[in-house]
Every structure is written in structure tokens, then in C-alpha cells.
């Protein structure tokens, strides 16, 4: 029975979601597998891959042969590289702790660039939104400064109604006293 290490797709519609699986070649995509070996979310970035990676090189031992997706997915985590170590163990090549020694270094760099990258993505993040932020601001300051010319023509309009109106009541107020005036005027004589 010839086993392929290949993707299971999850997930809803524009949301894939993959489970890597050992399954008979003769199975649906979706259908009857041998053993889940791990997850695939290609929605984050970068892409979160969760693996056995033990399990995975036990079944490449075997003979299961990865898809071409699968073998990107298998690359990427280090499992072709372990098995082609453990190859070189058999052969007498490497000891296994020299092996395994080689394999976690490399794994180690591997964590390294993965996490550059997620520190690189996070701070050009923030660098968008300090900029959006600027923009906005920008945005504001010219509203506000566009705005203001409105308020002072509001403002002088109300004051000269203010001083219309004090000049009114300024003119009513001699004619009011005018008329005083000449009562004390006549109460004088």
C-alpha cells in the first residue's frame, strides 16, 4: 500500500486550514488517513506549521513520499534535513549525537530568522500606524484651521451686533436723560 504524506484541508470558505497527513495514495483528499502529523495555517504570517517532526521522518523512513506542498511544509521544519541525517547515522557516516547536535543548530537559526522576520513584520506595523496617526493629526489641524476662519466672521458678526447694540442703548440713554435733565432744570428756576 503506497503512503503519501500530504495536506488535508480544514477550515471554511477563504480560510484554509490544513492538517499534514500519512493516508493511502488511494483515499480522497479529505477522506481516511493513516496518522495526523501536523497543522498548516498559511492565514498568518508568517505561516504557523505545527509538526511531529519524529512521527513525519518515521513515515520518510518507511517509504512515504511527500507531495510536493507537503515536501516545502517538511523542508521548511527540518524533517528532510533530520532524515537525511539519520541516513548518514546508518551509513556510519555521523554518530547520532553528532547528528542531533547538527540538527538543533540548525533549528536554533531557523527559530532565529523566523522570529527576525515576525520582529521585522511588527515593527513595520507600528511604523504604519505612527504614520496613519501623523496623517490624521494632519488631517485634524487642517479642519480645524479651515474652521476657525468661519468662527472669527462669527465672532466679529457678534460683536458688532454687541456693539450695535450697546451705541443703541448708549443713544437711548442721553435722549432718556435728556429729558431728566430738563425736569431738574425746571425744579431748579
Known sequence: MPVKIRL??????GKPFYWVVAADVRAKRDGKYLEKLGTY???TNPATINLDIDGTVKWLQNGAQPTDT???ILSYKGVLLKHHLLGGVRKGALTEEQAEEKFNAWVTEKENAIQAKKDGLSKAEA????????????????RIAAAQPEEEVAEEAAEETT???AEETAAEAPAEEA???????AKEE
Open 8 to 13: 488535508q484541508r480544514h477550515g471554511k470558505k
Open 41 to 43: 495555517n498559511p492565514n
Open 70 to 72: 507537503a515536501r516545502a
Open 127 to 142: 511604523e504604519a500606524k505612527a504614520k496613519a496617526l501623523e496623517a490624521e493629526k494632519e488631517a485634524n489641524e487642517k
Open 163 to 165: 456693539e450695535a447694540a
Open 179 to 185: 429729558p431728566a435733565a430738563e425736569e431738574e432744570a
